[in-house]
């Protein structure tokens, strides 16, 4: 198994552009998450979602969408770009039972920023 | 809204002495535990876990953590660090219904 991969690794954006960031696991999770981390500030919930086409609104969800029309998909979009949405990105998943219950697997992030 | 703390932002250790990071959260239901570890320039890894039983948890690399309820705390010890323990550390209970919240976290650094 891969795990949770997300791409692009590192992007650039300018003041006003979108983008969108990928995340996909292959572990068949019905629960998946984005978080954004900052420096000394741990990371914060944007999004999450129990399962396809159910997503809900974490702690910092304003200036971002997402989308969940698979089990394995779970993208992060951003309509406007702004200075304020440099961060680095994380995509995490976990089942919803067995012995790994409420245990969130990680992607290897996307530094994202925003000039 | 669940909440956690972890008292120390930077520990600075020499390689071989102990470690004990504090970690207060505030929920008082039942409650999973989670320590997460992020080494330099990578993903966050699983490093102990807590949800029922012995108080006492052992997890990776020669890490524990103790569930004390009555204080509501899950502080992280290490008998003997590393230099390649260097990292930072999360804290992070589980908010039933929605996600791990975490810590902002503590910077370990080693030397050696």
């Known amino acids: 198994n891969a795990g949770v991969t997300q791409t692009p690794k590192f992007r650039i954006l300018k003041i006003g552009q979108s983008m969108t960031l990928q995340c996909t696991q292959d572990m068949n999770h019905n629960y998946m998450y984005w978080y954004r981390q900052d420096p000394g500030m741990g990371l914060k919930l944007i999004y999450y979602s129990v399962g396809a086409g159910i997503t809900d609104k974490g702690e910092v969800p304003n200036g971002y969408n997402v989308s969940r029309s698979t089990t394995e998909d779970f993208p992060l979009r951003l309509e406007l770009a702004a200075p304020s949405q440099t961060s680095v990105y994380f995509c995490?998943?976990?089942?919803?039972?067995?012995?790994?219950?409420?245990?969130?697997?990680f992607g290897p992030g996307t530094r994202l920023t925003v000039l | 809204a669940q909440s956690v703390s972890q008292h120390n932002h930077h520990v600075i250790l020499s390689e071989a002495a102990s470690l004990e990071l504090g970690c207060n959260y505030s929920?008082?239901?039942?409650?999973?535990l989670f320590w997460y570890v992020q080494y330099p320039g990578q993903h966050l890894q699983l490093l102990l876990k807590y949800f029922s039983g012995d108080p006492l948890v052992k997890g990776i690399k020669g890490f524990e953590a103790e569930f004390i309820k009555s204080k509501f705390s899950f502080n992280l010890r290490k008998p003997s660090v590393q230099w390649s323990d260097t990292a930072e550390y999360f804290c992070?209970?589980?908010?039933?219904?929605?996600?791990?919240?975490f810590g902002k976290g503590t910077t370990l650094s080693v030397s050696s």
């Open positions: 995490a998943s976990r089942p919803s039972g067995g012995v790994s219950y409420n245990e969130q697997f």
């Open positions: 929920y008082g239901g039942t409650v999973n």
């Open positions: 992070a209970p589980y908010q039933a219904g929605t996600a791990l919240i």
